[in-house]
């Protein structure tokens, strides 16, 4: 020990020599301005002039490995320098700066926002060699470089958290001296040892989608969903979005933030579903891909918290600043709480957690407060940002605010570290860097005192995003400084010293309330409600309609419209509409006028159910706008029930009394049974012509007058007939008696024998001429009486 205190007493540590140069250069600065005025001071333009030349090149630090190194490590740094300048740049060297331990949280965000160089700010480098040499980098090329170094030459004194900076120096044509030309900082967590207090880590691993399912369902027994799009199948398929999160969640130790409809949709899809193609719809092909991502999850979330957010995720902040005075709102947060946990359960077969509200950012105010535990939530999850302390140190997460409501206030650089593109390798490791170093700062902050600190990521996390957060939570495994604790475990600790005064409502961000959801939203949504509750009274089978609508009007409160209010608004409109149009499927049927003759009669009107169900609890009204004129069953109007099987229609018959010639307006409206409007009325006009004794009499000698002249045809007809009879058996006998004058005696002597025997064929043929079939000829005067009561008559 007493050779490695000489060995560090001879050789300073690149900490201890940045500090000392540092001390050096301010207290002779004051004296070389004394006894050199002409000579400019580091502050003048000479230095801002340095700082501005020092971006010709771009150093990007693609890994840094390990991101918290100990004793006994080697680390490695891999990154890319770029000349971005005009120049080429020779005799250029890569070198590491490690600066002096950062000794809070505002420091370590001040030192990560710098990105320029600063002579005598900037740590010097360690030199020897630890460098790369470039010996010319051509403008507009980028060369890749490795720098490895054994943490025993980092200098490294005490834990912490210290400033790590990779610069390249090198001359231009313009300026042949060596000068840093780009630089980029970094931070690393050094730990080598466990702490006595370690922070408990609480981190939300959210599995939250945007809204994919319609309201729509097929006509068959199995109501088949459709489906907006099939998005939600990349997300779920191997390299997607979904399946990262499962993938990498499944081995961290994590707290799981799900929103129930994405398991609904997923569930769902396993099973044959239909997706949107423009104006039709084709079937769904993903169910493979569907399946296996739940059984994947399901295996992920098995020995982890599990926190179930209302069905759909909604809005909380949208509800509560425009949503709540609009009647019907805030009972359906209750009922997409209340569909949470069911749906869990069934889906993953475990029993999620129900009591925690996630506003947007973790932004609340007290508006955003009450309604977040309207539905029973106790723990609302809100962000340092937003619920502010004024202490020297970061508090405990949890604060009871009275009432049964804890404020869960996750922190704001933790839970923001990640967001952003993470596209570039770069900016991924930054990122975890910058996790890691506050994680650690926390526990330094107060040693001695183990606090709980939680941290709510982005509700949707890209893919890269998702492979940085668990890159840094692996980084966390160790244990050194932070162990994991579950939500409901970290809401039940607080600090006495934390603020518990919740935000006022002037202090809401002005860009989260534009993103809102507007209060003529909540009303659409309400008419669509309301739409639902008359139409649902009336079917059979109402389970087959309720329970898609109503997931499509939770869908419709999503936190996940947020910034794309245009399709908020279409996916609004179709869910009406749809609704729309199965409530016209039940229908009354135009009709005609009529005309109503006489003192009473019968007036039919039809009503027809085009839905595949039946329908029930209808009442069939009929209203005549003068009952002194035409009448009906009471003071002028009556009712009928109505019962129609799906794919039917009903003829509803209702009487009527004339009392007055005249048109008469008739209104036929559906009700359901509580008296609510069904539909649009009908109206019809009945012509009312009331039939006197007069009429009757002068109808009665029309009909009498059209029966003479049938009997007075049929009768000229029958002796017209008789005639022509009578006619054709005169000309047949005079035929006969001239063959037999042609025929001779021997013709005689052979019909008989002498005169008697022709006398008797004459008497023989006069009988036969006058047999009873004949018709009888027309001698009498034409008969106009009316035919006898046997006697059909033609008309």
Do not use: C
């Not at 610069?167 to 980029?184: C, F």
């Not at 084709?282 to 992920?300: P, T």
């Not at 947020?562 to 009354?588: C, F, M, N």
């Amino acid at each position: 020990m007493a050779e490695a205190a000489a060995i560090q007493g001879t050789v300073p540590s690149p900490a201890r020599r940045w500090l000392r140069r540092t001390a050096s250069l301010a207290v002779a600065a004051p004296l070389l301005g004394g006894f050199l005025p002409g000579v400019a001071a580091p502050t003048t333009a000479a230095a801002a002039e340095s700082a501005k030349r020092a971006g010709t090149v771009d150093v990007s630090l693609d890994t840094l490995a390990p991101s918290a190194p100990v004793e006994g490590d080697t680390l490695t740094i891999t990154g890319t320098v770029t000349n971005e300048g005009r120049q080429a740049v020779t005799d250029a060297t890569v070198d590491l700066r490690v600066g002096p331990q950062m000794t809070s949280r505002s420091e370590i965000d001040e030192v990560s926002g710098r990105r320029t160089y600063r002579d005598g700010r900037d740590p010097a480098p360690l030199g020897g060699a630890y460098t790369v040499k470039i010996p010319e980098l051509g403008a507009g090329l980028s060369r890749e470089f490795t720098l490895s170094v054994p943490v025993s030459k980092l200098g490294l004194d005490d834990a912490g958290v210290y400033q790590l900076g990779v610069s390249l120096s090198g001359e231009t044509a313009g300026q042949s001296y060596q000068r840093v030309l780009g630089i980029e900082r970094t931070l690393l967590p050094y730990q080598p040892e466990p702490t006595d207090k370690k922070t408990q880590l609480t981190y939300l691993w959210p599995l939250i989608s945007t809204s994919h399912v319609s309201a729509e369902t097929g006509a068959d027994q199995q109501q088949t969903p459709v489906f907006e799009n099939d998005e939600l199948a990349a997300e779920l398929a191997p390299g997607g979005r979904l399946h990262e999160m499962v993938s990498l969640g499944r081995n961290l130790p994590v707290t799981w933030v799900i929103d129930p409809d994405l398991l609904a949709s997923v569930a769902a899809m396993t099973e044959p579903y239909m997706v949107k193609s423009g104006t039709t719809e084709v079937a769904g092909k993903n169910q493979a891909v569907a399946e296996r991502w739940l059984n994947d999850l399901e295996k992920a979330v098995q020995n982890h918290k599990v926190v179930a957010l209302p069905f759909a995720d909604p809005d909380l902040a949208s509800l509560a600043h425009h949503g709540k005075d609009v009647p019907g709102s805030l009972s359906h947060l209750q009922q997409a709480t209340a569909l949470a946990s069911s749906t869990v359960e069934t889906v993953l077969h475990v029993k999620p957690s129900t009591d925690f509200s996630w506003p947007v950012d973790g932004a609340v105010d007290p508006s955003i407060m009450a309604v977040a535990t309207s539905a029973g939530a106790h723990n609302v999850i809100a962000r340092s940002d937003s619920f502010r302390d004024d202490l020297s140190y970061t508090p405990t997460s949890a604060r009871p605010i009275g009432g049964g409501t804890t404020a869960v206030v996750s922190d704001a650089g933790l839970s923001k570290a990640f967001q952003g593109e993470m596209i570039r390798a770069e900016d991924a490791t930054l990122a975890v860097q910058q996790f890691l170093a506050q994680s650690l700062a926390i526990t330094l902050e107060l040693p001695e005192d183990q606090r709980s600190v939680v941290v709510a990521p982005q509700r949707m996390p890209s893919t890269a995003e998702a492979q940085s957060m668990a890159k840094a939570l692996e980084a966390l495994n160790a244990k050194r400084w932070t162990e994991p604790l579950d939500l409901t475990a970290a809401a039940a600790q607080s600090d006495p010293e934390a603020s518990k005064r919740v935000p006022s409502s002037a202090s809401y961000p002005k860009r989260l309330r534009e993103q809102e959801l507007s209060a003529g939203a909540f009303r659409q949504m309400k008419e669509t409600r309301d739409q639902l509750d008359d139409f649902k009274v009336i079917l059979t089978a109402a389970d087959r309609v309720v329970p898609p609508f109503t997931n499509a009007i939770s869908r419709e409160m999503s936190t996940s419209w947020r910034g794309e209010p245009a399709s908020a608004a279409l996916y609004r409109k179709e869910v009406q509409d749809y609704l729309l149009s199965l409530t016209e499927e039940v229908q009354l049927i135009e009709k005609s006028d009529l005309t109503l003759s006489g003192r009473s009669a019968t007036i039919p009107v039809t009503v027809q159910n085009r839905l595949l169900q039946g329908v029930d609890h209808l009442v069939l009204k009929l209203k005549s706008s003068n009952k002194t004129r035409l009448d009906l069953d009471d003071n002028g109007e009556a009712a009928r029930p109505v019962k129609i099987d799906g794919g039917h229609s009903q003829s509803v018959k209702f009487d009527a009394s004339a009392n007055a010639n005249g048109p008469v307006t008739m209104t036929a409206q559906l009700y359901t049974e509580d008296g609510t409007p069904y539909g649009e009325p009908m109206t019809f006009t009945v012509k009312v012509s009331e039939i006197t004794p007069t009429v009757m009499l002068v109808i009665a000698g029309g009909v009498l007058l059209l029966v003479l002249a049938g009997v007075r045809m049929y009768s000229q007809r029958k002796r017209a007939a008789a005639r022509n009879a009578a006619e054709e058996a005169s000309e047949a006998s005079e035929a006969l008696e001239a063959s037999e004058e042609e025929a001779g005696p021997a013709a005689a002597t052979a019909a008989g024998t002498g005169p008697e025997a022709g006398a008797e064929a004459d008497a023989d043929a006069e009988a036969e001429s006058e047999q009873p079939s004949d018709p009888t000829p027309d001698t009498g005067s034409e008969s106009s009486d009316p035919s006898g009561p046997g006697e059909k008559v033609d008309r």
